[in-house]
Structures are given as C-alpha cells and as structure tokens.
T-cell receptor, first 112, second 116 residues
C-alpha cells in the first residue's frame, strides 16, 4: 500500500470547517483513499473513502486532487466531539484482503 | 446490533503469565482483525481472518502470540508467556468482505493490557 503523509496536529475553532490534508504521491491507479478517526480511548471509526471522485456522506467530505497525489478530508462544521486523531490510509480495494496500515495520523483539536 | 464486543476491557497480569483476549465480531461479518496499539509503534495489524481462516499473520510479533477463530462469532488472541513489552491496547475489528464490495471495518472498544 502507498505511504501517506499527514501533519501531526491541527487546531480548528468550533463551528468552523476542519480541512485535514493528506499526501499520497506514490498512490497507484487501483488504490483507494480511506479515512478513519480515533477518539481518545476508543477504537478507530470509519469516516469515508474514495477513488477518484469527490465523496460526501453524513460525516464528512473527501476531496481528491485530479492527479490523486493528495486529498483533503473536510468536516464542514467541527464540534468539540470531533477532537480525535484522523488517519489517512491508502489501500487496494479487492477481495484478497482488507488490511489497513495506519500511520501516525493528524491529531485534530477542536477548540471552543 | 451491539457492535464488536471485547473482553476483558482491562487486564493486569504479571510477566510470564498466560493472557487470553476475547472478541465477538458483529453478526454476519466474515472478516476479523486483531490490532495492537502502543505509543511507540502506533496501531499495528497483528492477524486477519476471513471466514474463520487465518489469511495473514505476518504482524504477529513472535511465537508467544497465537490467535484462533473456532467459529464465526468468536476469536481469541493468546499471549504465553506474557512480557512487559506486550503492554498495549489490543483492538478487534470485523467487516463484511465480499468480492469488491464495501468492507468498512468496525472496531471494538479494545482491551488495555498491562504486564508487570
């Protein structure tokens, strides 16, 4: 799986949009971008994933650049409960395996 | 659904003792994963089962670690003998894997293991 690079930490004001970047310059054509988050003392939680097109669900939006070498997770209206470590993961989407390789992630602190 | 269930939530043991961690995946899921998380190494995949069969155990640190999945609703991770460096939070996750279909992983609350 391609390696990802994320800033170690970010701050965001409550109610504002949180934009979390991820670089994956060595991504292959069949690799998807996944985002998970881990709130303190809990297990990781799936947020969203995408291949080429931008994706949106009830939790967040995922913007993938045209060359697919980077992406941004957007939490449109961050709340204090969004304070967590956010992991960007790039992996092949197939039936041979479903393994996730977690990096260091970005520690997002949402402040009042 | 109750989600992925792990037990115990906390375990404190002495070096050399056997430790068994338990996991009940979400009903209907056919893939199960064991992860370990430490401050130094982050979140690491230890082993992965699909349809109760171990698919990849390359992350298991050494022979002291073993994992079983006797049926679709239960898995164990055993450490024998345990060592202080095994202290970590152990997570179990499950997913429904089919062809090229959606396979989001659902994580349990974790077991915090302390080996003295």
């Amino acid at each position: 799986d391609a390696k990802t690079t994320q800033p170690p930490s970010m701050d965001c004001a409550e109610g504002r949009a949180a934009n979390l970047p991820c670089n994956h310059s060595t991504i292959s054509g069949n690799e998807y971008v996944y985002w998970y988050r881990q709130i303190h003392s809990q297990g990781p939680q799936y947020i969203i994933h995408g291949l080429k097109n931008n994706e949106t669900n009830e939790m967040a939006s995922l913007i993938i650049t045209e060359d697919r070498k980077s992406s941004t997770l957007i939490l449109p209206h961050a709340t204090l409960r969004d304070t967590a470590v956010y992991y960007c993961i790039v992996r092949v989407y197939n039936n041979a395996g479903n393994m996730l390789t977690f990096g260091g992630g970005t520690r997002l602190m949402v402040k009042p | 659904d109750a989600g992925v269930i792990q037990s115990p939530r906390h375990e404190v043991t002495e070096m050399g003792q056997e430790v068994t961690l338990r996991c009940k995946p979400i009903s209907g899921h056919n893939s199960l994963f064991w992860y370990r998380q430490t401050m130094m190494r982050g979140l690491e995949l230890l082993i992965y089962f699909n349809n109760n069969v171990p698919i990849d155990d390359s992350g298991m640190p050494e022979d002291r670690f073993s994992a079983k999945m006797p049926n679709a609703s239960f898995s164990t991770l055993k450490i024998q003998p345990s060592e202080p460096r095994d202290s970590a939070v152990y997570f179990c996750a499950s997913s429904l894997t089919f062809g090229l279909g959606e396979n989001e992983q659902f994580f349990g609350p974790g077991t915090r293991l302390t080996v003295l």
